[in-house]
Nanobody, 124 residues
Framework: QVQLVESAGGLVQAGGSLRLSCAAS????????MAWFRQAPGKERELVAA????????YYADSVKGRFTISRDNAENTIYLQMNSLKPEDTAVYYC?????????????????WGQGTQVTVSS
C-alpha cells in the first residue's frame, strides 16, 4: 500500500500563487507515476498534471499549461504543484494520486492510490 498526504490548500486572490505538496509513504518503490487531479463543484474530476517518477516526464492539462508546474523530489518521495496566475476557475478540491503503471495517463482508473484532497479557492 501507498499512503499519500497532501499539504493544506488555501484561499488566494486571482493572479496569486500557491504551492501544494504530496508526500508518499509505504510501498513507494511501486510508484511509476504521480499526478494531481482536481474536482470543482458540480464537475467531474479532471487531471491537472502528471509526472513520471523516473525521468521526470510531465503532462499538463491545456487549462493549466504555462501557469502550473509539477515537480518531484525522489529523495523525499514528494511531488509538488506550483500554481501561478491563479484564476477563479481553478477553484476545486485538489487530489494527489499515484500509479504503478508505466506510462503517463489522464485516466483515473490507472491511479491506485489517492490522497484525501485539499481545497483551493481562488477569489476574484
Amino acid at each position: 500500500q501507498v499512503q499519500l498526504v497532501e499539504s493544506a490548500g488555501g484561499l488566494v486572490q486571482a493572479g496569486g500563487s500557491l504551492r501544494l505538496s504530496c508526500a508518499a509513504s509505504g510501498r513507494t518503490f511501486s510508484i511509476n507515476n504521480m499526478a494531481w487531479f482536481r474536482q470543482a463543484p458540480g464537475k467531474e474530476r479532471e487531471l491537472v498534471a502528471a509526472i513520471r517518477w523516473s525521468g521526470g516526464n510531465t503532462y499538463y492539462a491545456d487549462s493549466v499549461k504555462g501557469r502550473f508546474t509539477i515537480s518531484r523530489d525522489n529523495a523525499e518521495n514528494t511531488i509538488y504543484l506550483q500554481m501561478n496566475s491563479l484564476k477563479p476557475e481553478d477553484t476545486a478540491v485538489y487530489y494527489c494520486a499515484a500509479s504503478p503503471q508505466g506510462g503517463l495517463s489522464s485516466r483515473e482508473v490507472v491511479y491506485d492510490y489517492w490522497g484525501q484532497g485539499t481545497q483551493v479557492t481562488v477569489s476574484s
